[in-house]
């Protein structure tokens, strides 16, 4: 089997990654009862013998002597990953694949971007070569962090960066958590904003997850359990927002729920990769069968059951319901109705006990009630792991390259115009960039549109499968519309932007901008380029 270094990156991406490690060693204690060190657990352990002290031999075969995660824990402020080294998961971790500091990045994307990165640069690629001269055959990195905050966001974009220079053909696949409207921390569009051109350039996919629709979920579940309208009929710890049965001493913080529904996200998307399965799916084969276009790699995910009734007979009736929900937007990560956009691919990653045929049966039952693009009628992706999540007898993750992902940025640069227009908080965030640096800043505000470059790729498709006939798709014509949308919006936001910029720095010369920006943005400025 292949294996998978996991990043975790600022106080968010400890948290999660914590929570992931504490339920894959259930599952992998769920279904290896001998204590044996099989190809499963060599996909995220190592198994180190530790007898002589110290950072030991790994053991390939036999008993299981210590597990080490292949993982590497990084925050600029010590509190998380001090508690992770005093709980009960400390001797999963090998404490020299940690890097903390101690003043952290105040909620500034430059300073874990500019500062730390630079800073923490080579003991970075030290010790990322380290975890991969450990794998056999290493086939993905794991990204966990926040958009929000300014390590997760700042230098965990430029740890992607440096995978894609240091490790070029292993895939990166970036789980990042956005901030709500009403997050805490003021300087979180400017952050999110910032470091969105980064996942664009330099990502393989990106799953991105709203704090909002966590929230929203875990409320959902708590309501109805306490109401008494699941009662007594849910499975004992079959929620997937429950701590129960965890490595966990402490009481639970508010913060926990949230981190279980992603926690199990992760588990169902590594699952064919740990477990064998009738119908497997590489982790590889989701960035070639969802990701049309390079840029286009942002994937809406879904997870269900979010319960397990008591009852273990589940008819087909129940079966096709997962299915339906994995659709609905109740069960959606992001705030969006994928059924109401367009598809460009999909996947589905069902564990299990279910048949091939449970499974294109339900395919063909929602096929009508789903919009795909006219040129990827079928562009289905299915992978069948025998092996469920603990507490559940099957579960389903759905992952869809859909345009509902458009409200989402919209709504980011929105709440970005709304603080920069009045000017808030920009001596913070700039204020470890030189001049140079800050037009560098303005420059990547510039390129937010996640999908400028692609609108171009996709004029491409549709005039090459549709000039001769000249007959228009409905649902090409949708996404292009949609797309041109959120160009002419970011470039409002980035004619603000360089119409603040002084006098003094008009010498500048702008031929960084896509040329259909540039007769835009300077007419809109009144300034001539050249």
């Known amino acids: 089997m292949t294996q998978s270094v996991v990043v975790q990156v600022g106080q968010c991406g400890n948290q999660v990654g914590c929570r992931f490690w504490d339920l894959a060693l259930r599952e992998h204690a769920d279904v290896n009862k001998e204590g044996i060190y099989d190809e499963a657990l060599s996909s995220f352990f190592r198994n180190v013998d530790t007898r002589s002290g ?34 009960p998961l400390r001797d999963v971790f090998d404490s020299k694949q940690l890097i903390t500091d101690v003043s952290g990045s105040g909620n500034n994307w430059a300073v874990g971007h500019k500062l730390y990165g630079s800073q923490y640069q080579e003991n970075i690629v030290e010790k990322l070569r380290k975890a991969a001269e450990h794998c056999d055959c290493l086939q993905c990195f794991f990204i966990i962090h926040s958009m929000g905050g300014g390590t997760g966001s700042g230098l965990g974009t430029f740890i992607l960066k440096l995978l894609e220079d240091e ?90 729920a949230m981190n279980n529904i992603l926690a199990n996200l992760l588990l169902n998307l590594t699952s064919s990769a740990r477990f064998e399965g009738s119908l497997n799916m590489d982790l590889n084969e989701i960035s070639m069968n969802l990701v049309p276009f390079p840029r286009l790699h942002y994937l809406v995910s879904s997870l269900t059951p979010l319960y397990t009734l008591a009852d273990v007979n589940v008819p ?53 009630s789903l919009h795909f693009v006219s040129w990827n009628q079928e562009g289905w992706k299915t992978g069948l792991c025998s092996v469920p999540p603990v507490g559940h007898s099957h ?33 913070i965030t700039t204020s470890v960039a030189t001049t140079h640096e800050y037009l560098a800043l303005l420059k990547q505000v510039s390129q937010r549109n996640c999908l400028n470059v692609t609108a171009q790729d996709f004029c491409s498709c549709y005039l090459s499968k549709n000039q001769s006939n000249g007959c228009c798709s409905k649902s090409v014509t949708f996404l292009l519309s949609c797309t041109y949308q959120a160009i002419y919006l970011l470039s409002s936001a980035v004619s603000q932007c360089l119409a603040d910029l002084p006098t003094s720095l008009w010498w500048i010369d702008f031929g960084w901008l896509p040329g259909a920006y540039q007769a835009v943005l300077f007419s809109r400025t009144g300034r001539k380029y050249g």
């Open 167 to 256: 490790f070029p053909e292993v895939y990166r696949f970036v789980t990042s958590v956005y901030p709500s409207g009403e997050d805490d921390v003021i300087t979180s569009p400017y952050n999110s904003v910032l470091a969105m051109k980064e996942l664009n350039e330099h990502a393989d996919c990106v799953l991105p997850i709203e704090n909002e629709s966590l929230f929203d979920i875990v409320n959902k579940i708590h309501q109805m359990a306490n109401s008494g309208k699941l009662g007594s009929t849910v499975k004992r710890n079959s929620l997937v927002t429950s701590s129960a049965g965890s490595a966990k001493t402490a009481q639970e913080k508010p913060f926990d």
């Open 316 to 368: 087909s009736r129940r079966l096709d319901q997962m299915f339906s929900d994995a659709f609905s937007r109740d069960h959606q990560l992001i705030q969006a109705d994928p059924k109401h956009s367009i598809y460009l691919a999909c996947a589905l990653l069902v564990r299990g006990n279910v048949q091939v045929s449970d499974l294109r049966r339900n395919i063909e039952r929602l096929k009508p």
């Open 54 to 87: 110290g950072d030991g031999p790994d053991i390939y075969k036999g008993k299981i002597c210590s597990l080490k995660a292949r993982a590497l824990l990084i925050d600029m402020e010590e509190g998380v990953v001090n508690e992770i080294l005093q709980g």
């Open 395 to 427: 579960s389903l993750l759905a992952l869809a390259n859909n345009t509902c992902v458009k409200p989402t940025f919209i709504e980011l640069k929105d709440r970005f115009m709304k603080l920069y227009k009045k000017k808030v908080q920009l001596i």
